[in-house]
């Protein structure tokens, strides 16, 4: 017989590849793991609401949970900062349960650090045109913001031999697919079992 131990999994990778809609698409298709909502200093663009793609602060509210320890990681990522709460993980940790962080390179490897038995999947975009795109598509950051988000996105793709797995972003729903056999294969990993087997009658 086993039983599992929690398991904590990292999706990041340059901003503007997709790592949000990835994730989101994952969830509304399956529930076999937790979300981990981080708090930010951004404004909310339309249609995102407290609570459920961010819990949307002020830099006052956030130094303050940076001062009080409160923050597994945190990051300030073109002039915003970005943070994940320390107590979800844990307690959702605690009850055996995945948890997925969406999160920044920065932040991914802060957590590293902790957890260095997490699950760490990099996304990267297809093409270099493709990320521009996808970022001058997205509509709500002026120029000089996605010219900065793209030289940040060229340096950061270096960073993927810290990782365990890489998917490129081409198409979502393969994307997804791909995403979701990783974390089950990793459930099932025997590394992450406690096994205990009953002696013979
Ligand atoms: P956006 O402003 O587009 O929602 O996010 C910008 C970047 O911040 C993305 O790369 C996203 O993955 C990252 N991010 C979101 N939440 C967190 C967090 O809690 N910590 C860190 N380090 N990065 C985050």
């Known amino acids: 017989m086993t039983s599992s131990k929690g398991m904590l999994v990292v999706v990041s990778g340059p901003a503007g590849v997709g790592k949000g809609t990835l994730c989101r698409a994952l969830f509304a298709q399956w529930s076999g793991l937790e979300y981990s909502v981080s708090v930010t200093t951004r404004k909310p663009r339309p249609g995102e609401t407290e609570g459920k793609e961010y819990y949307f602060r ?14 597994l990681e945190w990051a300030e990522f073109c002039g915003n900062y970005y943070g994940t709460p320390k107590f979800h993980v844990e ?8 948890i997925l962080l969406e999160i920044d390179i920065q932040g991914a490897k802060q957590v590293k650090k902790q957890y260095p038995e997490g699950v760490f999947i990099f996304i990267v975009p297809p093409s270099y045109e493709a990320l521009a795109e996808r970022l ?3 509509g709500t950051e002026p120029e ?10 060229i ?4 960073n993927i031999s810290d990782y365990d797995y890489v998917i490129e972003n081409d ?31």
């Open 144 to 153: 000089d913001v996605i010219r900065q988000r793209l030289d940040k996105a």
């Open 171 to 201: 198409e979502i729903q393969t994307a997804v697919e791909k995403l979701k056999s990783i974390i089950i294969a990793e459930q099932c990993s025997v590394k992450r079992k406690s096994l205990f087997f009953k002696e013979g009658p």
């Open 155 to 158: 340096q950061e793709l270096k």
């Open 136 to 138: 001058r598509g997205r």
């Open 91 to 98: 307690k959702i940790l605690q009850e055996n349960k995945t």
């Open 58 to 71: 002020t830099p006052e509210e956030f130094f303050k949970m940076i001062e009080k320890n409160e923050f």
